[in-house]
């Protein structure tokens, strides 16, 4: 479960550094698949850039974590992940008689889908970290923690 739950936050935060960068470098191009024309006018590369960077820096903590194999971190990455695409899922919701309709169904279902992904990942991350934990706990418990160094029995 460790190994789907890694596999998927890494995918998953690639993807999104990958549309952070768009949306920071090419505001106008890359919003425009989801809010239109109006992603051109220069006021809304503000907000557009905005939004990149904040894809940017969750997809890179997530990564970051998952590179140090810190689980209870990679978990609060996935989490916040979540609770933006739900933001950018209801954002899209409350628009979509605005927005154009392709544009609104791809976002609905990119929003959507990462909400999902990165909640499951978020549980299973959760689950692992749970597990070390309790690990180390049973380990602690036994008695059974070696000091550093030679083990003098052998000595």
């Not at 550094?17 to 109006?38: H, Q, T």
């Not at 309709?101 to 609905?108: E, K, V, Y």
């Amino acid at each position: 479960m460790t190994r789907l739950a890694r596999m998927l936050a890494t995918r998953l935060s690639l993807n999104r550094v990958a549309f952070g960068v768009a949306y920071v470098v090419f505001p106008g191009r890359a919003g425009g698949g989801w809010i239109g024309r109006v992603a051109r006018d220069p006021a809304t590369h503000v907000f557009t850039r905005g939004h990149g960077a904040r894809d940017v820096a969750l997809g890179g903590g997530a990564l970051a974590a998952l590179a140090r194999d810190d689980r209870r971190s990679a978990r609060d990455w996935m989490i916040a992940q979540a609770l933006a695409d739900a933001a950018d899922l209801t954002a899209t919701l409350l628009s979509r008689r605005r927005l154009p309709s392709s544009g609104a169904r791809f976002a609905l279902f990119m929003a959507g889908g990462s909400a999902a992904v990165a909640a499951a990942s978020a549980l299973m991350l959760a689950a692992a970290a749970r597990a070390d934990a309790d690990t180390g706990a049973a380990i602690a418990a036994s008695g059974d923690e070696r000091p550093a160094g030679p083990d003098p029995a052998t000595q």
